[in-house]
């Protein structure tokens, strides 16, 4: 049976075929349809599945990540909801952190509320951080209160009770009251979708949660139909923003966790395609058609956290945007895409981005309506892109569209020429990109310096050396099938589900008894919401991590305990003071030491025995030349492109990957074509094609020739 991955971007829906060995077949690349996703996604398979020869009805698996709750978040189009609140507690989410995140700036704006001061309700209950019931439910309050909300035409429901975390009997008793009175109008409980400590996190999570589930479920019914009426009967499944794939049901109940659905994939797959010392220290680098996506990968694992921000009004400000509390592959997001506009500002400085021309109408070059300045637009402009190789010239760019957008927005306002006005916005989007990625490996006491960097996404492999030679990198590695990568690796993804659970204890009250009591069915419990069977105890089903900290201190580090068949607390202290030495500068405390959290993964136990190793990248695409949807030429043709550095357009050889000999090299500039994505080296560096269809360029091994600095 064949397999294959859907990503769906703000530009492209992407997607790859697989088969039973795990090996790419083929991959495909369409305009994404923003005003209704499942019509590019639907029709995409059907062309991917055309074009391998494959019917449909022979896919047995497909992985999807998407973007839907991200924009849906950002753009405000979620349903309306309606929160109920523990009495006197209805301002907690005007609240916040009660801190600014810039004590300088008089005009700080945060996001609006996702649920509006007059769509909460208050209801009498209140149970103590023990647990122990103080007021009981009132019935009647809640009652009133949904019949008021459904009276304000709500569509969705959120419940966020005090300490639910600790003792979830009134949001559970709640529930059931709400479907009673609401019937079908989807309900969010905090204790099931965020049962942690904290509640301004735990509530905008819950209400995040609530606010996408409508849009969500509609439009998972929407692809699961669709694709059902084009034959498919396999099995589909979604990916989480933490790197594993979950059913649609279990989608549709916590949307919340789809946030960085897409982009979660790629960086998931990127370490394995280092081989060697070298994939022990791995940035992934994802460009696609609307942000720039970068992931530090240590000792072949995606660092992840449990905390993320989205729909930021001040930039990259961290504190400007929503805060919500999921597990997520640790990545560095900013507004630098394809498609992302370039403009003067208030300063009469170029930048670029974040706002983007997205797919409709896209940019100028697209020829389908927009007029404003884009990277592609530039990108195209340069040389870099040739307007009638692109998509392997199934699309045919609009040059002087793209000359005339940059002319009006960039040149004309700078007094400067077309040429320096498009690598303006290409290196402006070069050193956006370097610097995020120097702030992210500083936050994280990382060196970058001779990190192997995975260039993946639509534009990633265009401006990846550059990126490279700024953070000082010693390689960059495109592998097959990059402009497409994202949907390679959700087809890597493992079926598994993740929970975070608050329950303190003393580390000397720490008990094999205790462990028994709480873990046990704890594990049951991820299973059972995760939608997935037989919790076992075997250790290599369950992943175990812990957030511990000194009694009396605010913040916690975390720990990993998935190789301890036995919670043993001197074990854990010594594990705890080397984390915490790591963390705050080499020194440990004598005081007492507790558990706070408790982060549990687990791992369907059926799937364990049906799931393949990670896709074979032992060569590109079956049928590579069929899918690079370019000719072979037999010869390298020419491209004058425009280096900023010598200010003049220089001669670049243009080779068809697909041609490419096994172990052919050379030294750049060179521009290596696919047709899901453009290669550039834009240096002298030494590039090796090797015989699996990897590029791999040496940053540190340059051309003895003399002559013009390309870079």
Excluded at 27 to 47: D, M, Q, S, W, Y
Excluded at 366 to 373: D, L, Q, S, T, V
Excluded at 516 to 533: D, H, I, M, Q, S
Aim: net charge neutral.
């Amino acid at each position: 049976m064949y397999s294959v991955g859907i990503d769906i971007g703000g530009t492209f829906t992407d997607f790859a075929l697989l088969d039973a060995s795990r090996t790419p077949v083929q991959v495909h690349k369409r305009l994404t349809t923003p005003k209704n996703p499942a019509e590019a996604l639907i029709a995409g398979f059907v062309e991917l599945c055309r074009g391998a020869r494959v019917e449909t009805g022979e896919i047995g698996e497909i992985v999807h990540g998407t973007t839907l709750v991200t924009n849906s978040v950002i753009e405000r189009k979620g349903a309306r909801t309606g929160l109920l609140v523990t009495e006197g507690f209805a301002d907690i989410l005007d609240m916040g952190y009660e801190k600014r995140y810039d004590i300088f700036d008089l005009n700080l704006k945060f996001p609006a509320p996702i649920v509006p001061r007059f769509l909460r309700r208050e209801v009498r209950e209140r149970i103590r951080s023990d647990g122990d019931v103080v007021v009981s439910l009132g019935k009647e309050s809640v009652r009133h209160a949904v019949e008021s909300l459904l009276g304000d035409d709500v569509r969705s429901i959120a419940i966020c009770f005090l300490n639910s975390f600790v003792n979830p009997r009134h949001e559970r008793e709640a529930k059931a009251l709400v479907q009673e009175i609401a019937g079908d109008v989807p309900i969010s409980c905090s204790c099931e979708v965020l049962p942690q400590i904290r509640e301004y996190d735990r509530w905008v999570t819950t209400c995040v949660n609530a606010y996408t589930r409508p849009l969500v479920s509609s439009y998972l019914r929407d692809v699961t139909s669709g694709l059902q009426a084009q034959g498919f009967r396999g099995r589909l499944f979604i990916m989480t923003s933490s790197g594993t794939k979950i059913a649609p049901g279990i989608a549709a109940e916590f949307p919340v966790r789809l946030i960085e659905s897409g982009p979660a994939a790629g960086i998931s797959i990127a370490s394995s395609l280092v081989q060697g010392p070298f994939g022990e220290k791995v940035l992934s680098f994802d460009i696609g058609g609307t942000t720039a996506k970068g992931a530090f990968v240590v000792e072949r694992r995606p660092l992840k956290r449990y905390s993320l921000e989205v729909a930021r009004e001040n930039g990259q400000k961290p504190g400007s945007g929503i805060p919500l509390a999921i597990p997520v592959i640790d990545m560095i997001e900013i507004g630098s895409g394809g498609g992302s506009i370039a403009e003067i500002d208030k300063r009469g400085i170029l930048k670029v981005g974040p706002e983007s021309a997205g797919a409709d109408p896209g940019p100028a070059c697209y020829a389908k309506g927009g007029g404003r300045p884009t990277l592609t637009d530039a990108n195209l402009i340069l040389g870099v892109i040739g307007h009638d190789r692109f998509l392997g010239g199934e699309m045919a760019l609009d040059l002087d569209a793209a000359r005339q957008a940059i002319a009006d927005g960039v040149a004309r306002p700078l007094g400067i020429s077309e040429d320096e006005a498009a690598w303006g916005i290409h290196e402006t989007v070069n050193e956006d990109i370097a610097r995020a990625f120097r702030v992210h490996a500083a936050e994280r006491g990382i060196d970058q310096r001779g990190f192997s960097i995975v260039a993946f996404g639509g534009c990633g492999p265009m401006h990846a050396t550059a990126v490279a030679r700024k953070l000082r990198a010693a390689r960059v590695i495109v592998p097959p099938g990059a402009g497409v990568l994202s949907a390679i690796g959700l087809l890597t993804a493992r079926h598994a589900f993740e929970t975070k659970k608050t329950q303190c204890i003393a580390l000397n009250d720490l008990t094999p008894e205790w462990c028994a009591r709480f873990v046990r069915p704890f594990v049951e419990e991820t299973a059972r919401v995760g939608g997935l069977k037989g919790a076992s105890e075997r250790r290599h089903d369950t992943r175990l991590k812990l957030d511990m900290r000194y009694i009396g201190q605010g913040y916690e580090v975390e720990i990993d305990a998935s190789d301890l068949s036995e919670l043993d607390p001197a074990i854990l202290k010594e594990r705890f003071e080397a984390a915490y030495r790591a963390v705050f500068g080499g020194f440990v405390l004598s005081n007492d030491i507790e558990i706070v959290a408790w982060k549990i993964e687990y791992e369907s136990d059926d799937f364990l025995k049906e799931r393949s190793s990670d896709a074979n990248f032992s060569g590109a695409p079956r049928n590579a030349a069929r899918t690079s949807g370019l000719r072979r030429t037999g010869s390298a043709a020419t491209r004058l492109v425009y280096f900023g550095s010598a200010r003049q357009r220089l001669p670049v050889p243009v080779h068809l990957r697909a041609d490419l000999p096994p172990y052919w090299t050379c030294h750049g500039p060179v521009i290596l074509e696919d047709k899901e994505c453009t290669i550039f080296i834009d240096g002298d560096e030494l590039v090796t094609f090797g015989a699996d269809g990897t590029v791999t360029v040496d940053m540190e091994r340059r051309s003895s020739r003399q002559g013009v600095a390309y870079a």
